[in-house]
């Protein structure tokens, strides 16, 4: 199938892209190895709510999520963080702490952050979107100017002149190019890790958020764990209530660990932290993302200890150089990582596809800035 533009992976950044091209008349094909598009991006639904185990937050000062949120109207409320913050120490002594709140200004996305990624597909004709295709080798076609073949474990092949990887980079490592890429973009690929691509959330589903009736705000920072960090992830629906802690033991320790065991150890923390009413929750659920294999590779199993510096700009040489472009959410130089990163590559390389095409065209050329997705570049909207 001939296309203008091929995108590897529907998470954000490559959702982003799809939907921001074939809005501005652009033959564009999404590639997604999943079964679903969102990638990182999941909210699940129990009771009434939908809750996040993928990113749960969202901040002020993030334009491109603040006009994407304002373009389709999806609304935002605040993380809840009223009360005491505890924190345990390794010998499990907890401390209640009145000052220090953790998660202060973190925005909730109403419906979950997949809201966003399903008012993007539902603009999508069918035939844009092909979920369950894993691309497993990008072939540059000589003498064909410039057409790259991108073909599928199952077969087939999909050619454009513009390709863009919106995959996680190690996982662009493992995939064939032909000729292959310079030895310098593989090892940047390889290297830079996926953020949050080794982590594990667990939810506790409760009644009601009996802890606010202590004056605790469901934060809490374990040193003993097995949850190192835990949050009220109750949504402004209200039920059910929940809490979610990030599992502090890394994928390689959690291996020793059946599900069930874990979830039991989450538990009893809960308890000594958030007294009795916590052993009985309605549901527990873990979502491990270093076993996700169209997000995480062997080397994300020992989490980064702490955010890194992204924006490592990947540049092919020649003949990948003006074929291929790596748009995931890491390659961005603020916010690298995160939604508002991925949102921002996604959108800026649709926005530097759409000028070349304008320029081929002899048609007046935009700016990026001023594209309709950032009709609006700040919050004031909000109440
Ligand atoms: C547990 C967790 C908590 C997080 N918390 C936050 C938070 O609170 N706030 C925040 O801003 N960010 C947070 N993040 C990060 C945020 O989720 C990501 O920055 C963002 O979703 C990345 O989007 P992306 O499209 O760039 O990459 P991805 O979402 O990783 O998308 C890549 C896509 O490529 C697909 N793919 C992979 N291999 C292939 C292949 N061979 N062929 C075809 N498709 C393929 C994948 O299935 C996936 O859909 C969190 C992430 C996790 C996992």
Redesign the pocket.
Known sequence: MDVDVVI?????????ATWQLHRHGINVRL????E???????SIPFGDSWF????????RG?PH?AGILKHFGIGVYEQVCDGDLLQQTAEGVIHRNDIFKSMQG?LRVRGG?AAICSAMQAELPDEIVHCD????ALNCLSGDDGVVSVV??AGNEFRASNIAM???LP??A??EFKPPLDSKSVGLLASTP????G???VFAFYERPFWREQGLSGDAFSSRGPLAEIHDATTEVGAPAALMG?VGIDALGRDTLTKSKLIEAAKQQLVELFGQEANSPIEMQI?D?ST????AVDSDRIAPSHHPQYGIKVRPKLPWSDRVSF????TATE????????LH??LGYACRIIQAFKREADLPVDKCESDPHTASMSWDWIK
């Open positions: 590897v992976g529907g998470g954000l950044s490559g959702l982003a590639l997604e190895a999943r679903r598009t969102g990638g990182r991006v999941l996040d185990y993928g990113p749960s937050w969202v901040w993030q999520v973190a952050i295709t894993v691309v497993t599928t474990k919106a995959v996680p996982i662009a493992t995939i996926t953020w949050m691509a982590q594990a959330k990030f979502m993302w996700e294999p169209f997000t748009i995931v959410s890491e916010n690298g990582g995160l939604v508002e990163g991925a590559q996604g």
